[in-house]
């Protein structure tokens, strides 16, 4: 089964947070990496996925955002 959740979950993902440092950098890459490949593997695809669309909260959790529904 599938839902959709509709929630505030923080600012989006800019350069900002990727100058704190490389070992940051390689977190949030790896994160959307594997962001994309569960997806991939459920047949979801996004057709948008950049900086913009991938938002962060304050716990530094990354949220994948703006899908459309076709």
Request: net charge positive.
């Amino acid at each position: 089964m599938m839902k959709l959740v509709l929630t505030n979950v923080g600012e989006s993902l800019t350069k900002k947070h990727y100058r704190k440092n490389k070992k940051i950098y390689k977190q949030y890459n790896h994160e959307i990496n594997l962001m994309v490949k569960v997806l991939k593997q459920s047949k979801i695809f996004h057709n948008d996925i950049r900086y913009k669309n991938v938002c962060i909260d304050d716990d530094n959790n990354l949220y994948l955002i703006d899908f459309e529904m076709w």
